[in-house]
């Protein structure tokens, strides 16, 4: 299939992309560089650097690579800063992906495959929490993936473009080409691994207070190659709708520090901060739907594998991408 990928010099995207280009598609990347990173794109690939504000490009792009699918990573993701720079949000995640949603309209495309984010959920009553879970987001960033979620629902009734939305919990782990580099860490586990290889002094534990038995904030990671193996099960023809993509186990901040400490075979020195504005304090995933109607089947589903995935990336890439 001709796969239109936005983000795809990006994290999640790079990985994607890769996964992709092994399964036999043709994969055109579309990227602005502002997040991604050229060499995270991979050579297989057609490259278009472009920004999704603008929409003449993005109409003709999508049209020029003969798009059937379009999968659409690109997007701002960092939930502190969405609550001290909305607009921000609003303006990439909302605005820009529109110009992409019309793209796919226009050209006939047949399947859209949108990363949304259990960031939908806000403060979910009960965990694991499954796709009926109320939407309340707490912070922009989830608002705005939310508002994507609705364009989507109303462009597949009047234009009948098929989509599939995936509410990611966290994601994390590397291929051993492909993995996390983002110009101005906030995660957890890289901000971690950089203490381990030397680069930081301490880790951060942003809320010690939280009603969870360790006081800190409770996540499901999952591995980038799953979370890929997903949107490859989203192209067949017939699959739609919204599911989520986690393993359904939680791990505290404290837990993921000590599986970085054990896998790295280094002490991590951490400091105890107050709580990071717009945090839930426990998203886990239940995520049967994924594998009952899509046949997914994740491969690397323990936090250890996941960390040592990252930590191999890290010790091979010390200054990431170096650009
Ligand atoms: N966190 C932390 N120290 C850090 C980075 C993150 O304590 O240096 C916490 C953060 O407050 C959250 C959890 O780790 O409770 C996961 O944060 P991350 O930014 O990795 O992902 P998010 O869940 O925000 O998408």
Redesign the pocket.
């Known amino acids: 299939m001709n796969v239109f990928v936005t983000g795809g010099a990006g994290y999640i995207g790079s990985a994607c992309v890769e996964e992709l280009l092994n399964a036999g598609h043709m994969v055109t990347v579309f990227d602005n560089l502002t997040e991604g990173h050229r060499a995270a794109i991979d050579p297989r690939a057609t490259f278009i650097q472009g920004c999704l504000s603008d929409r003449d490009l993005v109409i003709k792009s999508v049209g020029q690579a003969k798009t059937e699918a379009v999968i659409h990573f690109a997007a701002s993701a960092l939930?502190g800063e969405s609550m001290t720079n909305p607009a921000k949000y609003f303006r990439n995640n909302v605005a820009n992906g529109l110009n992409l949603l019309e793209a796919a309209k226009e050209n006939g495309v047949r399947k859209f495959v949108f990363s949304s984010t259990c960031?939908t959920y806000g403060l979910p009553e009960r965990v694991p929490m499954d796709e009926s879970t109320p939407q309340k987001p707490v912070n922009p960033y989830g608002e705005s993936k939310l508002i994507f979620e609705k364009m989507l629902l109303w462009f597949e009734q009047s234009h009948g473009l098929e989509f599939v939305a995936f509410r990611y919990f966290?994601a994390a782990g590397a291929t051993p080409r492909f993995g996390e580099d983002h110009r101005i860490e906030?995660?957890?586990?890289p901000?971690v691994l950089k203490v381990a290889l030397g680069q930081k002094e301490q880790?951060?534990?942003?809320?010690t207070d939280y009603p969870t038995p360790d006081g800190?904030?409770i996540?499901d990671y999952i591995h980038i190659l799953d979370l890929a193996q997903a949107h490859i099960l989203a192209l067949q023809p017939g699959k739609r709708g919204f599911f989520n993509l986690g393993n359904g186990e939680g791990y505290s901040?404290r837990e993921v520090i000590d599986t970085c400490a054990r896998v790295s075979g280094k002490a991590i020195k951490t400091v105890e901060k107050p709580r990071?504005a717009g945090?839930p304090p426990r998203?886990v995933a239940a995520a049967a739907k994924a594998k009952t109607e899509l046949g997914w089947n994740p491969q690397y589903p323990k936090l250890e594998q996941i960390v040592a995935s990252a930590w191999a990336w890290h010790v091979k890439h010390p200054s990431g991408y170096g650009d």
């Open positions: 939930v960031a966290n906030t995660h957890l586990i901000n880790c951060d534990i942003f809320g800190t904030c996540r901040v990071r945090d998203l």
